[in-house]
């Protein structure tokens, strides 16, 4: 049950979020599309990309923050993701778009303490020069996105939130991501591609 001071933070975080940040979307990936592969730092120091995970069928992406109450709403549920899907080949990883000197509390050393307060068991990466959610087209934290890897490369297959209800966990009814993923397992066409993401705007 959140605070009532919790939800007004979020309630103000959800009115600021239609800002300009909007417009990244209509350049960035939709449904179909190949991912370019990055190399990005993570929390452990490592420069990670996507060709790193040889075994993967896919990955859960999601551009994801410290700061933002709708983050740390779907904290808890981004971990789930992981631990219910690493080990079927869509591992997550976590990319931290905010710019620290606007948002401090997501520095990189912000972000080591958080993942380890946390128990993050996945890559928590930090888009240094905010160069690849861009590309990716995210405007919010958290933006999912779920990628098949196929012989072209790694296809965009979802784009959005990652379930219904951002405010409690128990009350969720449909698990776009889950769905997603399921389906792709499964080797069936996913029903929801896309959806509206919920969060806070990415801060630049």
Do not use: W
Not at 153 to 182: H, L, P
Not at 185 to 201: D, N, P, V
Request: aromatic letters at 10%; one cysteine or more.
């Amino acid at each position: 049950m959140k605070t009532p001071v919790l939800l007004s933070i979020m309630m103000i975080a959800f009115i600021s979020d239609f800002t300009n940040q909007d417009i990244v979307k209509d350049s960035g990936y939709k449904i179909g599309d190949v991912v370019s592969d990055f190399e990005l730092q993570n929390i452990d120091g490592k420069i990670i990309s996507l060709s790193d995970f040889k075994d993967a069928k896919g990955f859960i992406i999601t551009f994801t923050c410290n700061t933002c109450p709708f983050a740390i709403a779907y904290e808890d549920r981004i971990i789930g993701l992981d631990k219910k899907y690493a080990s079927k080949g869509y591992p997550v990883i976590a990319i931290n778009p905010n710019n620290p000197l606007v948002q401090p509390g997501d520095s990189y050393t912000a972000m080591q303490q958080r993942a380890k307060e946390k128990g993050f068991t996945f890559p928590y990466l930090v888009d240094e020069g905010q160069n690849v959610y861009p590309k990716f087209g995210a405007t919010k934290t958290p933006h999912m996105y779920v990628l098949q890897k196929t012989k072209q490369g790694n296809v965009v297959k979802y784009i959005g939130t990652i379930d219904d209800n951002y405010k409690d966990a128990s009350a969720v009814k449909t698990r776009y991501v889950e769905d997603a993923v399921d389906a792709l397992l499964r080797g069936e066409e996913i029903k929801q591609k896309e959806t509206k993401a919920i969060g806070c705007s990415i801060k630049v």
